[in-house]
């Protein structure tokens, strides 16, 4: 496959990523009032391990053995984005609401942008910073024209949503560097292994974790779970592993930008909420934002080929 195809077939991924993460925002803050917080995570995190295992047995990719430095970045990785972000941000959307979210996520291009250009050398040229600016923009006017849509700042929920942010920022530099030998797939595999194990003995030291009640909510929070865990966590995680290796840390996250529009789709599919002509304006600058960012050069990273 040649380095062209495997960019589109990786935005073709991250284009799916963000339009089941946008959904996905509402389906954890519904979740988030069945589960306590952290058996929330840690089911998560340990069905979308089984699901990642499977797919690397079914499409045979071999499992590698991990030098001690690759153990470090990817046990970094795992703290930082299948630990730490799962728990920010499944706690903040408790004490938030979902407006918020979406709007902290949008913070994501930002941070990896400047992240990537301090770390990695990636350009930090007008267009890009232009694409980010417009991306944020249209993002924000997104959002807050939702019906329904609620702004609440200076609370303990806004700052942990915007915390779960940097770490998952910081976790994609880790797997940058994990990415140069390893590819996104087993990647994939040892994040969400050490990050279940994080997550379990976590809520080991729970008392709810003994109680055979709090694991029974309903046969509907369970269903959503899985589904979340399957499509958005899983095969999710995995395409936004892949976006880095291929596309470079700050043009992968132009791609949250999307969360807000995908997240609005479902409102309006789902819940019936009205667009209104503000959502046009939204719509035009993540779009033309995103693809300022993505044309901007190519980040050239280390990548496996596929």
């Keep these: 496959m040649t380095t062209a195809a495997a960019e589109r077939r990786a935005c073709a991924w991250l284009v799916y990523t963000a339009c089941v993460w946008g959904a996905n925002v509402v389906v954890l ?6 589960f306590a917080i952290v058996h929330l995570s840690a089911i998560r995190m340990a069905v979308a391990f089984v699901c990642i295992a499977a797919i690397c047995r079914f499409t045979g990719h071999r499992i590698v053995r991990l030098t001690r430095a690759e153990i470090g970045w990817l046990s970094a ?4 984005m299948i630990y730490a972000h799962q728990l920010l941000l499944t706690q903040g959307l408790a004490w938030s609401s979902a407006t918020n979210g979406s709007l902290a996520l949008s913070l994501n291009p930002v941070l990896s942008v400047l992240l990537g250009a301090a770390l990695f050398g990636e350009r930090l040229s007008f267009a890009r910073v232009a694409g980010v600016t417009l991306g944020l923009l249209g993002a924000g006017v997104v959002v807050l024209n939702r019906s329904g849509a609620e702004l609440h700042l200076g609370g303990w929920g806004d700052a942990l949503l915007i915390a779960s942010m940097v770490v998952y920022v910081a976790a994609g530099a880790c797997i ?17 292994l050490f990050g279940t194990l994080m997550l379990t003995v976590h809520a080991a030291f729970t008392p709810s974790f003994w109680q055979a009640d709090a694991w ?19 095969i999710g995680n995995l395409a936004w592993n892949n976006g880095i290796s291929r596309l470079g840390l700050a043009r992968t996250s132009m ?9 609005l789709l479902a409102a309006v599919g789902f ?12 719509f035009a600058c993540v779009l033309a934002g995103t693809w300022l960012a993505l044309r901007d050069g190519r980040a050239a990273p280390a990548a496996l080929s596929a």
């Design 77 to 80: 990785a795992a703290a930082l």
């Design 176 to 192: 940058r560097h994990a990415a140069r030998r390893i590819h996104p797939l087993v990647i994939g595999f040892y994040m969400h």
């Design 255 to 263: 791609f949250i930008n999307l969360l807000p529009l995908s997240g």
């Design 216 to 234: 029974f909510p309903s046969a509907g929070v369970w269903l959503l779970v899985l589904l979340s865990a399957l499509f958005s966590t899983a």
């Design 271 to 282: 819940l019936h909420e009205t667009l209104h002509p503000a959502h046009a304006i939204g």
């Design 29 to 34: 803050k519904a979740m988030a009032n069945e």
